[in-house]
């Protein structure tokens, strides 16, 4: 019996690898889910800023992560330009990372032009590309868009699109909002366009980096935040929308208690084939 | 005199850039952003170098034929593949280049991220053992976290006899409790530490104490 | 009984009379205007403080009629209600006024920016009614002026000054003779183990300065290439194999020219192998994938992770440790500290790698601004604990806070 344990806590970890695509593909295939979902006070604040902008007004959306956050981070930002649009904001897009900006692309064509086909690009919303800098680029469209970005994503000039015209600064956005996989991201943002010039930054990252803002959103630096899977899927809730993230949550209860079923499974082991022999 | 110079820049740059944080009168402001300018040039170039490397690594074990050659071959092929089409046709939607990226780089990507949650899960198998008071504190609060974040947590938490029924959202309120206040304590904490840490560093190489970055001869 | 409602009515009240007063001011509309509403108060022009200058803040208190701002103090003839203000600009002040702007009722303020400094710049101000009647005119003028100062940031040069003082005086002090010495960090002391290590075994060691996203600008990254010195330089002395995969490209010229200069000190500069320091890519799993590519071919027997590192961080570490090698990671990232602690052996937690320099070299100099550092620190925690207090005390005495933010808060 002593052996079997030892044998448990050796386990091959391909095993807990088979298990858990198992249990993650089982349930994305079936049609559980659990019903109740709190509505955390991080995405809740980041709802009510966006909601509570006047129609009209310009936000700066700024997608910073590429193709290997997109399944955490895609759902994400789709719910919140969904609520954006909806609301009639103006939306001017832009990237830190240069391999993420496809992505916009991307949610251009499936959120923007699929759902609000009335949006006209141009004047209710620009996608400027990316431009390398950083924090030197956000400090250089604090003072100029055009000196940042001459022309968009597409070298139109800026000046031929009348949403620009009016949007001539960072200042002029009400809000800028970053899905955030790293750095350059939300951190850099709170930073600069918060700090600097006082422009209320929120957004989402990536669940694991969650943990992380929880200073900033205390300090009330950040204006809520989305995060990771849930914080998309509690999002949709509040926009009304079932999308990926919604779906998504069974798989991940599933995942976290098969975690929790490996832990309890490991302690047990540990006990029972008698403490410390387990040294790899 | 190798180090002398890079030394004298390093300090007059460091020192200028601190000062125009605080000065906003063009005459010193205008100079720095343009500083900042040249910072976001020469970074565009050093991908000139990164390519150069690339090629000169890669075409060496080709041509050598030493052992793994074909993975270079393939790297080349993709880098100069991909380098046309995207020079050629562009890089908006609808293009070639596009297509490859959606359907091969991002799916690539995406299943390397997703490796976490297998890792997460053979990690925590391993690490999270009682194995003293602490390691079960540490244990306890992964559990409740990992339980509490997914709607699994509150939907098994209201099945639960009595407890589910006296505090509803207790299970809600503990995992909200764990992360604002524990957690985010002990995060200031490291933050604020690692951010003297980073303005120490900074001061050293300023002051040219710590130069072993600076190399060519050595240690500091 | 006290009610909110009354005192924005008795406001509105005195802003009425307060338009009354200035009366005698204003130029007088033209007289077939009909339903015209009433004017602003309070209109001023001020430079733009703390600034690089070329900006003008204007303000104004709006007119009673504004229908956003004081809805309850409409006027009888709905035409009278304010929907736009116009401001006018002028370089003199007996010159032409030209339309600056047309701001929607409810607005209380404009900045004018890109004007030149040191020129008076002249402003009007009118209100536009619903019927298109225009109200008398305001008029205020200011100067714009660059700031030499940012004041905002005074409590940033005095946090400057404290800092940069503690360390310096720390830093004179070792280099005066005064012995320092540094707390045993396990991580630290475990290198010469792990490449002692991977020397018996006959297997490479694997370094890496920095995930996947990390730039040459990133301050744990140089720390990293720091503590890579001291790595070469054993590694080259027991003829080691050292890779380096590198996500920058600056970073790994910056690494080959650290390790050549390790290789050197240890006199053997034939240790040097430019080919086994390369640039990989930085795209962030792409990284990952070639570098787990590299662990699982090389079976090196020790890995170093080092700097800035992201969601790469656990997928790194466990492929390690599948690969059996010693680990050995440190990083300032809080959010993969968990990850790292998990999988690997040794964990330098945030500050410890800036202190790795000083503490693998011993040198005095190098020692002394870690004191400095842990003194810095106690400054840190004696102005914390002074905030908590003061904003505690001003629970009981309310302009306790206002000290505390201007003294204590970022602007």
Redesign the interface.
Known sequence: MKGFFVGMMRID?RWIFLAMALVVAGSLLSDIAFPRLEISPDVRRAYDLIDGLPSGSTVLFSWDY?P??QPELYPLSAAMLRHALRRDLRIVMMGHWV?GVPLIEKQIAEVVRREFPDKRYGSDYVNLGYKSGQNVLVITMAKSIRDAFPADYYQTPLDSLPLMARCRTLRDARAVVSFS???PGLIMWIQFAW?RFHIPVTGGC?A?????FSAYLQSGQLHGLMGGMRGAAEYETLVGVRGSASVGMTAQSLAHALIVVFILIGNVAYFAAGRGKEE? | MKKTVPLIITFLAGLYM?VA???????V??SAQQMQGW?III?AF?????IG??VQ?HY?KVRGRRP?WFHSAALLACLAVMAAIGTVWGVAEGTVYYWLYDNVMAP??AA??S??AF??A???Y??FRARNKEATLLLLAAVVIMIGRVPLGPWLWAKLPWVGGHWPHALDQLTQWVMDVPNTAG?RG?????A??????????L?G??R??L?????? | MFNPRNIARWLAVLAACANLSQAAKVIPPPPAEPAVPAPVSRFTAADVP????GAVRLSWAPSPFDSAALRFAAPDDPARAVKAYRLFRSMGRSGEYSQLIEVGPGTTEFPDEGLANGTAYHYRIQAVGAAGGLSPVLEASAVPR?????GE?TN??AA?VL??GI??LF?VRARSGVAMSIRKIAGLAAVDEAIGRATEMGRPILYLPSGG???V?D??T??S??IL??VA?KTAEYETKLLVPCS???V???AR??V???C??AARPDAFRP?NI???T?????F??GVDGMML?ERPAANFFIG?F??EA??L??TGY?T?AIQIAGT?M??Q?P?F???CDYTL???????A?AYL?K?P??LG??K??DW??AA?IAVIVAGIALETLALRFPQLHAFAAQWLL?K
């Open positions: 970890r590429d290997g956050s391999t996989a790293g750095d700090q990536t694991v980096s969650a943990p992380e790899r | 601190i944080y605080f000065v906003p009168h063009p005459a402001a205008n910072e970074v050093t991908l000139v170098l990164g490397n690339l690594v060496g793994g690539l990507s390397m991220f490796l976490l890792f997460i053979s990690a925590a391993r690490a995060q490291i933050k604020i530490g690692a003297l840490g980073a303005v120490s560093m900074a001061l050293r190489m002051l104490i710590e072993s970055y190399t060519t001869g050595g240690g500091s | 703390n600034d690089g200058g660059a700031s030499w100062f940012n940031r940033m040069v400057l800092v940069a360390l310096l830093i996203l990390s730039a600008s301050i744990q140089l720390a290439l720091v010195g001291r330089a920058d490209p600056l790994m010229a910056l020219e650290i050549k200069a390790s050197m000190e080919e390369r640039y990989l930085n795209e962030q799993f792409a990952t994938a071919r800035t992201y969601a656990l997928i570490a466990e599948a059996g300032a809080i959010t500290l990850f602690v998990a999988a937690i945030g500050e410890e790698i800036y202190a320099s070299s040198e100099v190098l601004s870690i400095g550092q810095a620190k840190a970022p």
